[in-house]
């Protein structure tokens, strides 16, 4: 192998070309070992080199090489040769060097983790040799007169004879550089999408007979040129014996590829040729052994006896402490000391690893009560000194004998992007659903959109006639994207309100979209919220404010659609509330609402997370809810199970990392272990919804909706105050309070030191004055008032100058007024369980109060200034003892006594 490769680099460096076209090698040894190892470091392309870097260069170099001499095209054009061989050592180069940098010591584990090169800014053209021994396939080459050039940039060129020139634009069907990108079957021609798959199948060296079409195993797949290329270079790879790990962001289409190549190698055979199994804090050694004796099994039992390799596929596999099983398996070649089968081949997905910006730190922490460890050193998981919560993905740190088999997988360019929408778009619009796992967002927008469309605007009509489409797509648009976005509106620089400067732009652009409709987009998605909530069943005096509204209108849809959800924010946010309406108004054909029996029957399965939640208690949690549901849906197929997580984000502090078996539950319906094939409808899995006042890793969420609910604007506190006292003689009164004391909690959140005052301590507050006049009758006198207030924001020591009372006094400065308190008085013991009523004028029907005396006096005087008013009946024998209920600051007060008003001092 060695000599092969050291013969041709010998005859290329020193320019003997005529002996470089007819050379073969016929295995023979010659010059010392060093002189060969330093012409294959010379020519390997890198730097210091590691062993394994060298290796794989040679592996890679000799294969391609024997292709080119066992090839019967080599020797019928001349300076093909010389050609050929230039180009493989080039080809090499850029197969053989890891995409991650030799760093070691001190430097930045992030540094350490970050590819040297990117797949977007390196050159990736390619050249093959057939096995038939007739053909050549090559990718990502152009023709530029005598020059074959790079397929998208000119940055690389290489000169070539006429005849090479001929046979690379006849033969190889090599197109010319001036000519358009050839783009994908869906949004291109026929003929283009054909070309594509008529290459990967000619060299997987899939034999398919003269005259008969080649038909895609998977018609949602988007194949374009750089999927083309990468899944040549996995399959090079595989031949070389080369494992392969690919680095990719979430959702860009590493496993959807892998999928593809699987079917396209298993074309017209009947055999499972790609075990997976997704990698999360809850996997086991157990479980990895027993994916790879599936697969050994499989293997033996059909695939070989086809010629089709076995592929098994390790997703997230930097997410668990698992990965040194993996490194021994894919590096080493053994799993525990065995030996692991030659015949099985090797794909590890690793999430890459990024820090968030300091921006989006900020953004996180602002989501419900930010992180659960708020310093950095007191974070339980790290990577490094780093803590996990900093990273874009939570993940582990990789062996270093794994890193030189990182391929970096490159991001979706533009043009690849808008295929895939493309393609999704025309898919989902059709009557037969399909099974699409890239680009998730685009998906669901669809996945809404049909469901709007077809069933939720026709069941929830509103009195404006509009454009169904146009609405259809603005909801779709809303559960996808708005409302994961900051849900304050203070200023127009707002993130929701640009959200809805670009629909009125992108919608104007279209005729069958009405821009009219998209300017009142605000408006007509509180029609639709509106709507709903009246179907609900919700008791009295709940506040029907916009975080409410909001969060049932998520919950209710992705229940119907299966689509999972999270609900991230503060306590007092509506979370739980909106949980328990649902669950209390979606009962099927027993809902009390009509509207609502016309959906699905809802049954949740809560589960209590914390810092010692496991995945093995998150999978029983699922478990459970899959067999209730089969087992309710023999008497009823509207009904469906929704496992709620409650509060979620105490999991994700916790160092088993149980959250990460969420991502194939939540993707596929299942653990994640087995073959490709085990992927549950989505109509048949279960609902989610998991509920957190924390921040949570945003590739958790990817995998769902979310719906992020900051602070509350004071418009919404003042409307909340509303919903509250929404009966109207307790509204009335204490009307003229709901500005003043939704300004004070407003500056007292924004101003506290700590997060210690919450929303639900401003509901209390509401809900206790609003309790003190609807049980007297009466306007709110300023001791209630004075009483509600230490009672709901006391508990706080004042440190640097911050007083919550005092926030309340320079908004309400009646509350200075001094009134003297004698609550101590013996007096109060002996006046308890007496009977107490209201002193009400028969005439005037007002009620009467004491001013400020300090002395027992008779008055008859009603104009007093009010304070609290007693009627107190006394008992016979007892003519100077009064009683009092449940009262709040009481100091003094005008009771009446055989007739005459009189004002008792404690």
């Given at each position: 192998?060695?000599?092969?490769?050291?013969?041709?680099?010998?005859?290329?460096?020193?320019?003997?070309?005529?002996?470089?076209?007819?050379?073969?090698?016929?295995?023979?040894?010659?010059?010392?070992?060093?002189?060969?190892?330093?012409?294959?470091?010379?020519?390997?392309?890198?730097?210091?080199?590691?062993?394994?870097?060298?290796?794989?260069?040679?592996?890679?170099?000799?294969?391609?090489?024997?292709?080119?001499?066992?090839?019967?095209?080599?020797?019928?054009?001349?300076?093909?040769?010389?050609?050929?061989?230039?180009?493989?050592?080039?080809?090499?180069?850029?197969?053989?060097?890891?995409?991650?940098?030799?760093?070691?010591?001190?430097?930045?584990?992030?540094?350490?983790?970050?590819?040297?090169?990117?797949?977007?800014?390196?050159?990736?053209?390619?050249?093959?040799?057939?096995?038939?021994?007739?053909?050549?396939?090559?990718?990502?080459?152009?023709?530029?007169?005598?020059?074959?050039?790079?397929?998208?940039?000119?940055?690389?060129?290489?000169?070539?004879?006429?005849?090479?020139?001929?046979?690379?634009?006849?033969?190889?069907?090599?197109?010319?550089?001036?000519?358009?990108?050839?783009?994908?079957?869906?949004?291109?021609?026929?003929?283009?999408?054909?070309?594509?798959?008529?290459?990967?199948?000619?060299?997987?060296?899939?034999?398919?007979?003269?005259?008969?079409?080649?038909?895609?195993?998977?018609?949602?797949?988007?194949?374009?040129?750089?999927?083309?290329?990468?899944?040549?270079?996995?399959?090079?790879?595989?031949?070389?014996?080369?494992?392969?790990?690919?680095?990719?962001?979430?959702?860009?289409?590493?496993?959807?590829?892998?999928?593809?190549?699987?079917?396209?190698?298993?074309?017209?055979?009947?055999?499972?040729?790609?075990?997976?199994?997704?990698?999360?804090?809850?996997?086991?050694?157990?479980?990895?052994?027993?994916?790879?004796?599936?697969?050994?099994?499989?293997?033996?039992?059909?695939?070989?006896?086809?010629?089709?390799?076995?592929?098994?596929?390790?997703?997230?596999?930097?997410?668990?402490?698992?990965?040194?099983?993996?490194?021994?398996?894919?590096?080493?070649?053994?799993?525990?000391?065995?030996?692991?089968?030659?015949?099985?081949?090797?794909?590890?997905?690793?999430?890459?690893?990024?820090?968030?910006?300091?921006?989006?730190?900020?953004?996180?922490?602002?989501?419900?009560?930010?992180?659960?460890?708020?310093?950095?050193?007191?974070?339980?998981?790290?990577?490094?000194?780093?803590?996990?919560?900093?990273?874009?993905?939570?993940?582990?740190?990789?062996?270093?004998?794994?890193?030189?088999?990182?391929?970096?997988?490159?991001?979706?360019?533009?043009?690849?992007?808008?295929?895939?929408?493309?393609?999704?778009?025309?898919?989902?619009?059709?009557?037969?659903?399909?099974?699409?796992?890239?680009?998730?967002?685009?998906?669901?927008?669809?996945?809404?959109?049909?469901?709007?469309?077809?069933?939720?605007?026709?069941?929830?009509?509103?009195?404006?006639?509009?454009?169904?489409?146009?609405?259809?797509?603005?909801?779709?648009?809303?559960?996808?994207?708005?409302?994961?976005?900051?849900?304050?509106?203070?200023?127009?620089?707002?993130?929701?309100?640009?959200?809805?400067?670009?629909?009125?732009?992108?919608?104007?652009?279209?005729?069958?979209?009405?821009?009219?409709?998209?300017?009142?987009?605000?408006?007509?998605?509180?029609?639709?919220?509106?709507?709903?909530?009246?179907?609900?069943?919700?008791?009295?005096?709940?506040?029907?404010?916009?975080?409410?509204?909001?969060?049932?209108?998520?919950?209710?849809?992705?229940?119907?659609?299966?689509?999972?959800?999270?609900?991230?924010?503060?306590?007092?946010?509506?979370?739980?509330?909106?949980?328990?309406?649902?669950?209390?108004?979606?009962?099927?054909?027993?809902?009390?609402?009509k509207t609502l029996r016309q959906f699905n029957h809802v049954?949740?399965?809560?589960?209590?997370?914390?810092?010692?939640?496991?995945?093995?208690?998150?999978?029983?949690?699922?478990?459970?809810?899959?067999?209730?549901?089969?087992?309710?849906?023999?008497?009823?197929?509207?009904?469906?199970?929704?496992?709620?997580?409650?509060?979620?984000?105490?999991?994700?502090?916790?160092?088993?990392?149980?959250?990460?078996?969420?991502?194939?539950?939540?993707?596929?319906?299942?653990e994640g272990t087995g073959s490709t094939d085990m992927r549950?409808?989505?109509?048949?899995?279960?609902?989610?919804?998991?509920?957190?006042?924390?921040?949570?890793?945003?590739?958790?969420?990817?995998?769902?909706?979310?719906?992020?609910?900051?602070?509350?604007?004071?418009?919404?506190?003042?409307?909340?105050?509303?919903?509250?006292?929404?009966?109207?003689?307790?509204?009335?009164?204490?009307?003229?309070?709901?500005?003043?004391?939704?300004?004070?909690?407003?500056?007292?959140?924004?101003?506290?030191?700590?997060?210690?005052?919450?929303?639900?301590?401003?509901?209390?507050?509401?809900?206790?004055?609003?309790?003190?006049?609807?049980?007297?009758?009466?306007?709110?006198?300023?001791?209630?008032?004075?009483?509600?207030?230490?009672?709901?924001?006391?508990?706080?020591?004042?440190?640097?100058?911050?007083?919550?009372?005092?926030?309340?006094?320079?908004?309400?400065?009646?509350?200075?007024?001094?009134?003297?308190?004698?609550?101590?008085?013996?007096?109060?013991?002996?006046?308890?369980?007496?009977?107490?009523?209201?002193?009400?004028?028969?005439?005037?029907?007002?009620?009467?109060?004491?001013?400020?005396?300090?002395?027992?006096?008779?008055?008859?005087?009603?104009?007093?200034?009010?304070?609290?008013?007693?009627?107190?009946?006394?008992?016979?024998?007892?003519?100077?003892?009064?009683?009092?209920?449940?009262?709040?600051?009481?100091?003094?007060?005008?009771?009446?006594?055989?007739?005459?008003?009189?004002?008792?001092?404690?």
């Open positions: 192998m060695y000599q092969r490769v050291y013969k041709y680099l010998k005859l290329f460096e020193s320019r003997k070309y005529q002996e470089l076209e007819k050379f073969q090698y016929i295995g023979t040894l010659e010059d010392t070992d060093r002189l060969c190892l330093e012409t294959v470091i010379k020519h390997c392309g890198t730097t210091n080199p590691t062993w394994k870097e060298i290796r794989h260069f040679v592996w890679f170099l000799n294969h391609q090489l024997s292709a080119c001499e066992q090839s019967n095209v080599i020797r019928t054009v001349k300076g093909l040769k010389e050609f050929t061989v230039k180009f493989m050592i080039d080809m090499s180069r850029d197969f053989a060097t890891s995409s991650m940098p030799n760093r070691e010591g001190n430097e930045d584990i992030i540094k350490q983790h970050n590819p040297r090169q990117n797949w977007e800014h390196s050159l990736h053209p390619y050249l093959f040799f057939n096995k038939n021994r007739k053909s050549v396939t090559h990718v990502g080459l152009a023709l530029n007169g005598l020059e074959v050039v790079n397929f998208c940039e000119s940055k690389f060129s290489m000169k070539i004879s006429p005849e090479v020139e001929r046979f690379l634009s006849l033969k190889v069907n090599v197109p010319k550089f001036s000519q358009q990108k050839i783009r994908n079957v869906s949004h291109g021609s026929d003929n283009e999408g054909y070309t594509l798959l008529k290459r990967l199948v000619n060299f997987m060296n899939i034999s398919i007979e003269d005259g008969v079409e080649i038909i895609s195993p998977d018609e949602n797949y988007v194949l374009t040129q750089d999927n083309l290329t990468k899944i040549m270079g996995i399959q090079t790879r595989f031949r070389c014996q080369i494992p392969v790990v690919l680095m990719g962001e979430t959702g860009c289409g590493k496993t959807h590829l892998i999928r593809f190549m699987c079917k396209v190698a298993a074309y017209d055979k009947n055999i499972k040729n790609m075990f997976i199994i997704k990698i999360h804090g809850g996997t086991t050694e157990n479980d990895v052994i027993k994916c790879l004796t599936e697969a050994e099994s499989e293997a033996l039992k059909k695939n070989r006896k086809v010629k089709v390799d076995t592929v098994v596929f390790f997703d997230e596999a930097n997410t668990s402490n698992v990965i040194s099983l993996i490194k021994e398996i894919m590096c080493d070649g053994k799993c525990r000391g065995k030996p692991v089968p030659p015949f099985l081949k090797f794909v590890a997905a690793c999430n890459p690893y990024r820090r968030h910006t300091k921006a989006m730190i900020k953004q996180l922490k602002g989501a419900g009560l930010g992180w659960r460890d708020k310093e950095p050193s007191k974070a339980t998981e790290k990577l490094g000194e780093i803590p996990l919560r900093d990273l874009v993905y939570r993940v582990l740190q990789i062996p270093d004998s794994l890193k030189a088999l990182v391929y970096d997988f490159g991001k979706l360019d533009s043009d690849t992007e808008k295929d895939y929408i493309y393609q999704i778009v025309h898919n989902r619009l059709k009557e037969d659903e399909c099974s699409f796992v890239s680009l998730r967002d685009v998906e669901r927008a669809m996945i809404f959109f049909k469901f709007f469309y077809t069933r939720f605007i026709a069941l929830f009509p509103t009195q404006k006639k509009t454009s169904k489409a146009t609405e259809s797509l603005l909801l779709a648009l809303t559960v996808s994207y708005f409302a994961r976005l900051d849900s304050q509106d203070v200023d127009k620089a707002n993130a929701r309100t640009k959200f809805e400067d670009h629909i009125i732009i992108y919608t104007s652009k279209f005729k069958c979209l009405s821009a009219h409709h998209a300017r009142n987009y605000r408006p007509m998605l509180s029609q639709y919220h509106d709507k709903l909530l009246d179907c609900m069943s919700i008791e009295e005096n709940i506040a029907r404010n916009a975080a409410l509204k909001e969060n049932l209108f998520m919950m209710f849809v992705c229940i119907q659609l299966r689509i999972p959800l999270f609900l991230v924010g503060k306590p007092g946010s509506s979370k739980s509330l909106a949980k328990t309406i649902i669950q209390n108004s979606m009962r099927g054909q027993n809902s009390k609402n049954h949740l399965h809560s589960y209590q997370c914390s810092e010692l939640s496991t995945a093995a208690s998150i999978k029983d949690v699922f478990h459970s809810a899959v067999k209730y549901q089969e087992k309710r849906k023999k008497n009823d197929s509207s009904f469906v199970s929704v496992v709620v997580l409650d509060e979620v984000g105490l999991a994700e502090a916790s160092p088993y990392l149980p959250l990460k078996s969420l991502h194939p539950l939540l993707e596929d319906g299942t549950v409808k989505r109509e048949d899995r279960v609902a989610f919804v998991g509920i957190s006042n924390w921040a949570l890793d945003p590739a958790k969420m990817n995998r769902g909706i979310l719906v992020r609910r900051s602070e509350p604007s004071i418009k919404d506190l003042i409307d909340s105050a509303k919903g509250i006292c929404s009966d109207k003689g307790a509204e009335s009164r204490l009307a003229s309070y709901f500005e003043n004391l939704a300004r004070a909690y407003h500056e007292i959140f924004k101003n506290q030191p700590r997060e210690f005052f919450g929303l639900r301590d401003y509901y209390s507050l509401i809900k206790m004055l609003h309790w003190m006049t609807e049980s007297t009758g009466t306007i709110l006198t300023i001791p209630q008032l004075r009483h509600a207030i230490k009672r709901n924001f006391s508990g706080f020591t004042a440190t640097e100058g911050f007083d919550p009372y005092k926030c309340f006094l320079e908004r309400l400065p009646e509350l200075n007024e001094v009134i003297p308190a004698i609550l101590s008085s013996p007096l109060m013991k002996r006046l308890y369980n007496n009977a107490v009523v209201l002193l009400k004028c028969k005439k005037s029907k007002s009620f009467l109060a004491a001013a400020f005396n300090t002395t027992l006096e008779l008055t008859k005087q009603r104009n007093i200034p009010s304070h609290f008013v007693i009627h107190c009946e006394s008992q016979a024998g007892k003519k100077k003892l009064f009683a009092f209920q449940s009262l709040y600051f009481f100091e003094y007060f005008i009771a009446e006594y055989r007739g005459k008003l009189v004002t008792i001092i404690l």
